[in-house]
């Protein structure tokens, strides 16, 4: 919808609208969307997204896919634009028994450019005409059974949205991080992983040793070198350095960590959900030793966890151990979607 109006003028309308699919000249309505945005003040905007026939989608086991919302442009800062991303359901590496809920704040600033707002939200779900704010901001994911709970009479869901930009005295710097933070992986057959765990679970033709305070791990150099560009130099002989020791000792570690580094090595999976202390500590490692797939999933892990209360020190982390997709979800929803962290002025220094 394009319009004349400008800044400021005060509009006395909203849009529905209601998209679907036509085959063989016969509407196909079981997945539409309709939404509906609104300004109720100068600087506040409000946006309900009403989604039809929401349970069916709840069913869903395999594959990912994403709803979104039409995009809601501010009228005080016209480069900026807000949408709403669902997804109901997560490939294998997430929980298959909960939905994903995003708000996602699009700019045509660039890196380097000096921004002088913050952003204010609230995410919440309608049911007959109540809002209910029970599930807030903290929260990024929703179980799939609270979700049936909140369904209207006709299995539809309704999402409402407030969005304030109020203006900071402090800039904020725009960062731009071209990594795609849900890139696809992929899938190796089982049995192959299988029989690779298995020579580490017995410590057959072992060749290496890593030491992590008072426990050992017999393991394999070329698995290791496989997985590790930082084991790869340190296996590589040189002419002029001298030979190789076969053993390492990593005093900067827990042996938990080190035990969940190398089973991922060998298996390729961290087989259940991490604890923050758990992902943090495997973050340092996967850095340490260039090890980007566990990284990634360390990230995704500690980005499922932010909150309010530990979104400052995650910041930190982040910036610790370049976690540019874990940068990247805090800067885009928390330094812009947040008021609070963004008058924490260590944040602001990074």
Known sequence: MKSSYKSGDMLNFVTNYDIYFIKNNVEDREY?????MWWSTHDEKQKKWFIENFE???????????LKSSELKDVIFPNVTFQLHLYPCKNSIYVKTKIFLYLYMKSSYKS???????????????????????????????????????????????IGCDIKLIQHQDPIFRDEIPIDFYM????????????ISDMYERGDLSDYKIICEDREFLVHK?????QS????????????????????????????????????????????????????GLL??????????????????LVDKLNNENVHMLAEISEKYQALNLKKVLFEEYVFNILIICYMSNFLQI
């Open 229 to 280: 560009p930082v084991f790869m130099d340190i296996f590589k002989s040189s002419p002029g350095k001298k030979e190789i020791e076969d053993v390492i000792k990593i005093a900067d570690s827990k042996q938990e960590f080190v035990e969940k580094m190398i089973e991922y090595i060998y298996c390729g999976n961290l087989g259940k959900d991490l604890s923050v202390d758990e992902s943090i």
């Open 284 to 301: 340092h490692l996967a850095h340490k030793y260039d090890i980007e797939s566990l990284k990634l999933l360390c990230e995704r892990e």
């Open 222 to 226: 070329f698995i290791l070198a496989s």
């Open 184 to 195: 696809e992986m992929e899938c190796v057959d089982r049995k192959y992983i299988s029989h």
């Open 32 to 36: 539409s969307i309709n939404d509906s």
């Open 112 to 158: 380097g450019d000096m921004l002088n707002f913050v952003t204010n939200y609230d995410i919440y779900f309608i049911k007959n005409n109540v809002e209910d704010r029970e599930y807030g901001i903290n929260d990024r994911s929703f179980d799939k059974n609270i979700v049936k709970n909140i369904l209207q009479s006709d299995d539809s869901l309704i």
């Open 56 to 66: 069916s989608l709840l069913t869903l086991k395999n594959g990912e896919f994403c």
